[in-house]
């Protein structure tokens, strides 16, 4: 099985440190796979310091020395690697950014180019803001080149036309449906469309049960061939339904997996 820690919201609004304390005990063993945002507006989403709450200004992770200095040297050791995780990552008339807003399809593409220009590497995964994408989000991340990681089929989000213009990747995910049904089930598994790849994941959030994602990890492990973990360096305190907080959760999930031979800790590169 492969393992695969998936962290959002890395943005002009993150330190260096935030990144650190959740991370520095597993990051030499474990690659931690940013969510990086890199024209970021604020809004009024979980996580966004105090002193910005409802901001609407851009702030581009290009003006962040420190932290950028500071992303470059952990990426370099393999301790982080990258994907794109919107362009703002504010909502839009309360959609999340790769639902409401406009103007998706050139988003997706210089968002891409950003990350690649500050970092000096190919981006080729996108993770949508909120988990979430329209029909038209899908296709201009698929535009742009990159894969996906969500838990949405694309073939059912469009309708009439749009269904007819993807009549062959409607083909490949009737057919992922059907040995989801009667074979490894499709949380687990990377599916491997004409033009892009998608892998699904699970949340450790304040709405999660340990025992629950354990459960999963454990089928996944007999059962597939990819765990990705998604989670928030700004949610460690946090409290899971089931008590422990959600840091104490991440590390044990981590742990648990580590014990298991048969398990690979890996990066994009590893998962595509
Ligand atoms: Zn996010």
């Known amino acids: 099985m492969k393992f695969l820690l998936r962290d959002d919201d890395t943005c002009a609004m ?12 597993i990051w030499d063993q474990v690659p931690i796979c940013l969510s990086v945002t890199p024209f970021r507006i604020p809004g009024r989403a979980t996580g966004v310091p105090e002193n910005l709450i409802g901001s609407k200004d851009v702030l581009p992770l290009a003006e962040c020395a420190a932290l950028l200095g500071f ?23 309360g959609l999340p950014e790769f639902v409401g807003a406009t103007d998706l399809n050139r988003k997706a593409v210089e968002g891409r180019a950003e990350l690649e220009r500050l970092f000096g590497r190919r981006i080729e995964t996108f993770v949508p803001p909120n988990n979430t994408l329209s029909a038209d989000g899908f296709d201009a991340v698929i535009l742009a080149g990159m894969n996906v990681v969500n838990n949405q089929t694309r073939a059912r989000l469009q309708t009439g036309w749009g269904r007819l213009k993807s009549a062959a990747e409607t083909v490949v995910a ?15 598994r990377i599916r491997h469309f004409p033009k892009y790849q998608q892998a699904p994941y699970f949340t450790v959030g304040p709405d999660s049960d340990l025992e629950n994602l354990e459960a999963q990890m454990q089928a996944c492990r007999s059962n597939g061939d990819v765990f990705v973990l998604a989670t928030h360096y ?39």
């Not at 260096?16 to 005990?25: A, G, N, T």
């Not at 040297?73 to 839009?92: C, I, K, P």
């Not at 008590?243 to 580590?258: K, S």
């Open 14 to 25: 993150t330190r260096p440190e935030d990144l650190e304390v959740c991370y520095q005990s």
């Open 174 to 188: 009737a057919r992922y449906a059907l040995t989801g049904r009667f074979g490894a089930p499709l949380a687990f």
């Open 234 to 272: 700004h949610a460690f305190g946090r409290r899971m339904r089931s008590g422990q907080t959600i840091g104490d959760g991440v590390m044990y999930l981590v742990e648990r997996a580590a014990s298991w031979p048969d398990v690979q800790f890996v990066d994009y590169e590893g998962l595509w």
């Open 71 to 93: 992303l470059r040297e952990q990426v370099s050791r393999g301790r982080f690697d990258l994907a794109l995780h919107g362009y703002h990552h504010n909502r839009v008339t």
